[in-house]
C-alpha cells in the first residue's frame, strides 16, 4: 500500500487500475478496505484510488476532530500529488459526507459524484449529544460498543455470513483515537443542500434498498438536490451496498462512468 506524508502523518491509499481516475471514500468506521470487491476487479479502464481517511486502516489520526473538510483536504493533497487535477469522487455514508465537502471546498477536482448509502442532512441537537456520548465511550472502553450497536442495523436480511463476519472483524480492528475522532467531526458536519443545489455536474446516487441507516428516502432527497443525477436502488442491499451486491454496484458505476468517458 503506498504512503504519503501530509503534516508529518503517514496517510495510506491504494491505487489500482489505470484509465478514468475515481476516488472512493470509505465510511465510518470502516478502512479502504471495506471496498475489497471494488480493489480487487477494478472496472476497466478505471483508476482506483481509495485512501484509509485519518485515523482508520493504516493512516495515523490527526489533531482534534476528524472534520469532513480535514478528510476532504488529506484527499485533495493526496490529488495534488498524485498530480490528478479532476477525478470522479465516490464516498459511501461518511465517505459521502466528506466527498461533499470535497465539492464545497474545491468543486473544480470533480468530474463526477459518486453517493452510496449517505444524506445530504447535517445532525440535529439530538444526534450531536449521541455522537459525543459515542466518542467519550469508544476513548474509554474502545470501539466493540459501537460495533455491537450498529452491526445489526448494518446489512440487508439474508447478507453473506463471510461479508458479514469480514466487515465486523475490519469495524473492531479500527483505532479508537480516529473513531472518536470522526465521531466528533460527523457532529459538526453542516447540511450539504446548498452545495449539491449549486454543483450541476454528472451524479449518481446508490443506496440499497434495505438500508437502515441512511434509507432510500434520503436517497431520494439527495438525488432531487443534483439536477440531472441518476438514483440506483439496489435490490438486497443495506447500507453496504458495495460490499452486499457488489455485481449490481459495479453495474450502476460503470454504467455511469460510460456516460463520462
Ligand atoms: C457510516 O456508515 O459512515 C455512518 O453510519 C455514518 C453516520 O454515522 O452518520
Not at 141 to 158: I, K, Y
Not at 239 to 260: D, G, I, N, Y
Request: proline share 7%; net charge negative.
Amino acid at each position: 500500500m503506498p504512503t504519503l506524508s501530509i503534516s508529518g502523518r503517514t496517510y495510506f491509499y491504494e491505487d489500482r487500475g489505470e484509465g478514468l481516475p475515481v476516488v472512493l471514500l470509505h465510511g465510518f468506521p470502516f478502512s479502504s478496505e471495506s471496498w475489497w470487491p471494488q480493489l480487487e476487479a477494478p472496472p476497466k479502464g478505471v483508476r482506483l484510488i481509495v485512501p484509509d481517511h485519518r485515523g482508520f486502516g493504516h493512516s495515523e489520526p490527526g489533531e482534534g476532530p476528524a472534520t469532513m473538510e480535514a478528510m476532504a483536504e488529506d484527499v485533495l493533497t493526496l490529488l495534488d500529488a498524485l498530480r490528478l487535477p479532476s477525478v470522479v469522487v465516490g464516498g459511501l455514508s461518511m465517505g459521502g459526507y466528506v466527498a461533499i465537502a470535497l465539492t464545497r471546498l474545491d468543486p473544480g477536482r470533480v468530474k463526477g459524484l459518486v453517493l452510496v448509502d449517505t444524506q445530504s442532512f447535517a445532525d440535529d441537537e439530538a444526534g450531536r449529544q449521541r455522537r459525543e456520548a459515542t466518542a467519550v465511550d469508544v476513548e474509554a472502553h474502545g470501539v466493540n460498543g459501537l460495533v455491537d450497536g450498529m452491526l445489526p442495523r448494518l446489512f440487508a436480511p439474508g447478507a453473506d455470513g463471510a461479508v458479514r463476519a469480514r466487515v465486523e472483524k475490519l469495524m473492531r480492528a479500527q483505532q479508537p483515537g480516529g473513531v472518536a475522532a470522526a465521531t466528533r467531526g460527523m457532529a459538526t458536519r453542516t447540511d450539504g443542500k446548498d452545495i449539491l443545489s449549486r454543483y450541476g455536474g454528472p451524479c449518481l446516487v446508490v443506496v440499497g434498498d434495505a438500508d437502515a441507516i441512511t434509507p432510500p428516502e434520503k436517497a431520494k432527497v439527495l438525488a432531487e438536490l443534483v439536477a440531472g443525477s441518476t438514483l440506483e436502488v439496489i435490490a438486497g442491499a443495506g447500507h453496504l451496498a458495495p460490499l452486499e451486491q457488489p455485481a449490481a454496484f459495479s453495474a450502476a458505476l460503470e454504467r455511469f462512468l460510460a456516460r463520462l468517458a
